[in-house]
């Protein structure tokens, strides 16, 4: 007897592009970035949605796409850390150190961005929710805070344009 997998060709918008992917309904949004559209800066590692590692941006809201379906995703428009590129949160995880191994960094920048947009006058006790929802075994939460505070300190920048 032969096994078939039912899939479907779905549209996802990623990174502010329409992507044609193939996936089954039971799909994590995951693996599918990961191994249908090879954006592997979201990192499987609990699968449980504990640690935080997978952490994309869905409508700008963080989610941990190791719990959402691919097909959960339809019609809302999907940030990973690729679609981050040269953001202000990137460059201060830099200028502050604020990693070591770097297998959890992704999903702290992404977290660490939506933190910075959603509340953009975040105090201390916010900060350290929001942290809470991300885990990093290499290093403490300091370099970490000092990165968003020095994001989120930052006054906005003119158009000179």
């Known amino acids: ?3 078939l997998v039912k899939m479907d060709l779905i549209e996802l918008a990623v990174n502010g592009e329409k992507r044609l992917v193939m996936a089954r309904p039971a799909d994590t949004l995951l693996h599918v970035l990961r191994e249908q559209l090879g954006l592997t800066g979201s990192k499987p590692s609990c699968k449980n949605g504990d640690c935080g590692a997978c952490t994309v941006l869905i409508d700008g809201q963080p989610i941990k796409s ?3 379906l691919a097909v959960e995703a339809l019609g809302h428009e999907i940030t990973t850390i690729e679609g981050l590129k040269d953001s202000p949160i990137q460059r201060a995880f830099i200028d ?3 990693f070591q191994c770097g297998y959890c960094t992704s999903g702290f920048i992404m977290n660490c ?3 910075s947009v959603i509340h953009p006058d975040a105090g201390d006790e916010t900060i350290r929710e929001w942290l809470q929802s991300n885990l990093c075994r290499c290093t403490g939460y300091e370099e970490i805070t000092e990165a968003i505070k020095s994001v989120l300190a930052q006054e906005p ?3 000179n344009g």
């Open 157 to 159: 920048k003119e158009n």
């Open 113 to 115: 961005h939506a933190l």
């Open 96 to 98: 502050k150190f604020a």
């Open 1 to 3: 007897m032969v096994n």
């Open 66 to 68: 190791c719990l959402m």
